[in-house]
Every structure is written in structure tokens, then in C-alpha cells.
């Protein structure tokens, strides 16, 4: 006999359904996502070519995954010119209702003192500066994302009796309590103008350092060189503050993992596409932030098939071991070396081991099979200069006036290309020279509008006279595809009578079949 369903028992169906229905659409939500901008104390960086780590390089490992953090911040940006340049109409663009854009400008803001510069990066703190601040406060609830604004961390400048300086804080005002040119006190005042949350990195960051000391902070904290960039262990921990901040506002405080024992950059190491029989090389840092137990060994093995040193030119092994102490290990940056012989696909870890704790690092890469390979030898000519001119001492910047800064600026550079190849090459190295006291960075990109680009290699203390520099670049340049090479030189004292010359530009690799 058929049994028919009662009135109840469909009702009963009915409710089960639009159960499952919104239970799938909670799993099938997208995550939310974190759109950071600001300047290089936030950016990424590559980290074979540099010890310098931005914090919101580091803000992913403090978050659950459904958390997903996307970091737009640029080295050399200010408040006026990253709008300008167009890089927020990127961000803009990709955000989506319910994000969270994190918004810390002022290092580059305080380029001319408080004025605006013709290039962009200084500005007026109560004029352009906020203007700008409230912008991307307007356009962000625009997009029905959530703008909060971090005042920014400070720089290394200590006093005498053991504090952080005033314009280490950025407030450049002569007087005690002026305003005048306090870029602080402005983000402060749109925070309450604008009713947005913020989270007062200065002052935190401030404790922190005087905390610790001046010694210790630039024995761990700050790159040595200049005192505004961070080491991996600077980054690592005042992204910790960030996040502290973050949930002590409520913002997304669910999501944040304040307590982790240990920070990995990246989170997945990507040889990416390498051939057979050529070694490929790539960097991850380790900060041991609350290790258990607070006192012991920490071991770093490599996968079957690869080694692993603690420096660029240090002995690699299969695996090294690490005394630490109160639950820390700072600064160990590590690289891990592939030569593979096989051509296949590879997925295997890293693996760290300390007390009762296992942690995996993901290791990629894609082998292509190589069965004929030519060395190549590319030299390039004839650069061209954005910012900057010719003149009879060698290169100098446009106006001949150069101020003490401390980072790239995006217009003004070197650049050379390297010509469309007929087969697939595999860029092995650059090498030039570069004579004059200019601090500078490198970077590569395949398009000519030069995003997104790859930073291989910089020197931010210049020396007088000649360097011939050699950096590894672990470039593929697929048939028809060209190669743009920028230098960007700053000089890190003010001065009117500063040349720099480069040449003998070279590219060197494989062919390969």
C-alpha cells in the first residue's frame, strides 16, 4: 500500500530544505577580504633580494582563511600620489561589499616638510593630506567596504633619554603641542569627523620600540640602514600589533589569531616553472613569536632532493637546528635550493620541528623537460630616463635638486628592455655597473605599464666610486615577450651636485628545447 505524506510532514520537508539551502549559502559565501594600502613599511618584497619586510606582509598569518588579505601598498607612495597614479582605482576596482580596506599613509607625506612636492609624495598635512585621507574614507563606503584608518608605525628615531622623537612620530612641528604639521593629529581628525574606526599604530609601535630599546630595535626590529623599514621580525610583530588593534575595536575579531607560535612569509614556497638540471633558489623567513616550550631546539629540514641554508652563500644542508629562548627566534631567514633532474610535477614540505610542535611549509614547482640548452648572452643599450637627464658628469635628476629620501620614487628611473627572443630563454642573472653615490633599487616586469612587477635586487647605502653588481634573476622570457628592467635611484642626503653613471648592462641565461 502507497503511504501518502501528511500536510505536517511536507511542511516538515518544506523548513529541512530552505535549511540545507542556507547552510550551503553560508559555506558557499565568499571570504572576506582585507584590501591594504599605504606605503613600503606595509608593502611585500621579495625576499631573495632584500632583508626589508612591510608588515602588511605579514598580516595573513594572523587571520582564519576565510579571511583573504590583498596588500596594495607600494614603496615611495604618499597619500596624493597613490591615488594619482592610479594605483587605488586598482584597489577600488576589485573590492566588494562587506571588505575591509586598511588605509596607513604619511612616511613619503613628509617628503618637502609639510609641503606639497611637484612630484606627489609630499603634501600639506591639513590640506592635501586629509583631503585625501577623507577620499579614500568616501570611495571605500562607496563600495559598501568598511574603511579603518592605522596612523602609521613610527621611525627609529630615539632621543637621548631613551624615547621616540616627535618627528620620529611623525608631527614635524618645531613647538610642543602644534599641530601644524602633525600627520597624526590630522588622521585622527577625519577618524572623528568621518565616524571611522582607527587604530593608533603610532603609539603602539612607539611602546613598543622604547620597550625594547634602541639596541634591540635595530639589532632585530629595523632594517639598520635607514630606521623606517622593518626586518622580518619588525614586520612580523607590528603586524601582530595591527591585528591586536583590530580586535580590541571589534573589527573582525572572530577572525584573528593573535596567539600563533610561530609566522612563515610566504605561507607556500613556488618554484614556479623550472627546467631540468638548472638550480632555482627561493627565501622564506621564520619569527618564533610564542614557541613551546619557551625554552629549546627548533629544526628546519628541507625536502628530499633540496637543501637549505641560513644565508645567500652559506653552507646548504638537509636540515639546521636553532637554540631559542622565551619562546622567540627572530630574524632567521632561510633559502631553500632545487636543482631538480626529473621533469614532473613536485609537492612536498618544509617541515619545522620544535618541542612536541610539527609545522609544514608547502613547497611547489612545475619541471619542464629539457632536451637541448644553449647559454645566452643579451647585452642591452640606449636606457631611457623618466625624472632625470642626461648631463656631461653622467646622470643627475631633473632640477639638479636632490632631497634625502629613503625609498624609490615610481617616476623617475633607468630603464632598458630586453628584445623579444625567438625561443624560450631562461634568465639566469643581470649584471652591470653603477658608479655614484646613489642608493637605488631593481625591478623587472614583462609590460611596458611595468605591473606587476618583480624587485631583484637594491643597495640602500651607497658607496663612492665603481660597483659591478651581479643579481640572480630567474626570469623565463617566452618567445616574443619582452623584458623591462628599471633602476629607480634616490640619493639619501640632500645635495645639488650628484651624478651617477650605469652601463654594461647585460643578461645572461638559456636557451632552452
Keep these: 500500500m502507497k503511504k501518502t505524506t501528511s500536510l505536517k510532514g511536507m511542511l516538515r520537508i518544506a523548513a529541512a530544505a530552505v535549511l540545507l539551502i ?66 587605488w582605482k586598482v584597489v577600488s576596482d576589485s573590492i566588494r561589499p562587506g571588505d575591509y580596506v586598511l588605509i596607513q599613509f604619511a612616511h613619503n607625506d613628509e617628503k618637502e616638510g609639510g ?42 628615531y630615539f632621543t637621548s633619554d631613551g624615547t621616540i622623537s616627535p618627528k620620529g612620530c611623525h608631527d614635524l612641528s618645531v613647538a610642543p603641542d602644534d599641530s601644524t604639521l602633525n600627520y597624526v593629529r590630522v588622521m585622527k581628525h577625519v577618524a572623528r569627523n568621518k565616524n571611522v574606526q582607527l587604530v593608533d599604530m603610532t603609539a603602539a609601535t612607539k611602546d613598543f620600540a ?46 584573528i589569531r593573535d596567539d600563533i607560535p610561530l609566522v612563515l612569509n610566504p605561507d607556500r614556497l613556488d618554484f614556479k616553472t623550472i627546467f631540468e638540471g638548472e ?32 644565508s645567500p652563500h652559506g653552507i646548504a644542508k638537509q636540515s639546521l637546528t636553532y637554540q631559542y629562548y622565551d619562546g622567540k ?88 628592455v630586453v628584445p623579444p627572443v625567438e625561443n624560450t630563454v631562461l634568465l639566469n642573472s643581470l649584471s652591470l655597473y653603477v658608479d655614484g653615490e646613489v642608493a637605488y633599487r631593481i625591478a623587472c616586469a614583462y609590460g611596458k605599464d611595468f605591473y606587476p612587477r618583480t624587485d631583484i635586487g637594491e643597495e640602500q647605502t651607497p658607496e663612492k666610486g665603481r660597483r659591478n653588481v651581479t643579481l640572480p634573476l630567474n626570469v623565463t622570457l617566452n ?30 641565461g638559456s636557451i632552452v628545447k
Design 22 to 87: 542556507l547552510v550551503a549559502g553560508c559555506k558557499t559565501k565568499e571570504n572576506v577580504r582585507v584590501h591594504i594600502i599605504g606605503d613600503s613599511t606595509m608593502a611585500d618584497y621579495v625576499e631573495n633580494t632584500t632583508h626589508t619586510r612591510g608588515w602588511g606582509e605579514m598580516l595573513q598569518s594572523f587571520f582564519e582563511p576565510k579571511v583573504q588579505v590583498a596588500n596594495y601598498a607600494r614603496g615611495g607612495r604618499s597619500s596624493h600620489s597613490f591615488y594619482k597614479e592610479g594605483l
Design 115 to 156: 609641503k606639497d612636492g611637484t612630484d606627489g609624495r609630499g603634501t600639506a598635512p591639513w590640506t592635501t593630506y586629509k583631503r585625501y585621507i577623507e577620499r579614500y574614507v568616501d570611495e571605500a563606503r562607496e563600495r559598501r567596504a568598511t574603511p579603518v584608518l592605522v596612523t602609521p608605525i613610527i621611525r627609529r
Design 210 to 255: 622604547e620597550n625594547l630599546g634602541s639596541e634591540q630595535t635595530i639589532r632585530c626590529i629595523y632594517v639598520p640602514t635607514d630606521g623606517t623599514h622593518t626586518q622580518a621580525t619588525g614586520a612580523a610583530c607590528y603586524a601582530k600589533i595591527a591585528v591586536e588593534g583590530l580586535k580590541d575595536k571589534g573589527i573582525l575579531a572572530r577572525q
Design 279 to 310: 638550480k632555482s633558489v627561493v627565501c622564506f623567513d621564520l619569527t618564533g613569536l610564542n614557541l613551546t616550550p619557551a625554552a629549546g631546539k627548533l629544526t628546519v629540514t628541507a625536502p628530499k632532493g633540496m637543501l637549505i641554508a641560513d
Design 329 to 416: 627566534l627572530w630574524n632567521k631567514c632561510f633559502y631553500l635550493s632545487f636543482q631538480p633532474q626529473k621533469a614532473g610535477r613536485v609537492r612536498e614540505n618544509v617541515v619545522i620541528t620544535y618541542g612536541a610542535s610539527r609545522k609544514r611549509l608547502p613547497v611547489v614547482a612545475e619541471v619542464k623537460e629539457v632536451s637541448e640548452r644553449l647559454p645566452v648572452s643579451l647585452t642591452v643599450e640606449r636606457p631611457v630616463l623618466r625624472g632625470l637627464v642626461r648631463a656631461e658628469q653622467g646622470f643627475t635628476i631633473e632640477g639638479n635638486e636632490w632631497s634625502a629620501e629613503i625609498d624609490e620614487a615610481a617616476r623617475r628611473y633607468v630603464e632598458v
Design 479 to 508: 618567445p616574443g615577450q619582452k623584458l623591462h628592467i628599471r633602476l629607480f635611484p634616490w640619493s639619501t642626503t640632500a645635495s645639488d651636485n650628484l651624478h651617477f653613471t650605469i652601463g654594461d648592462w647585460k643578461v645572461e
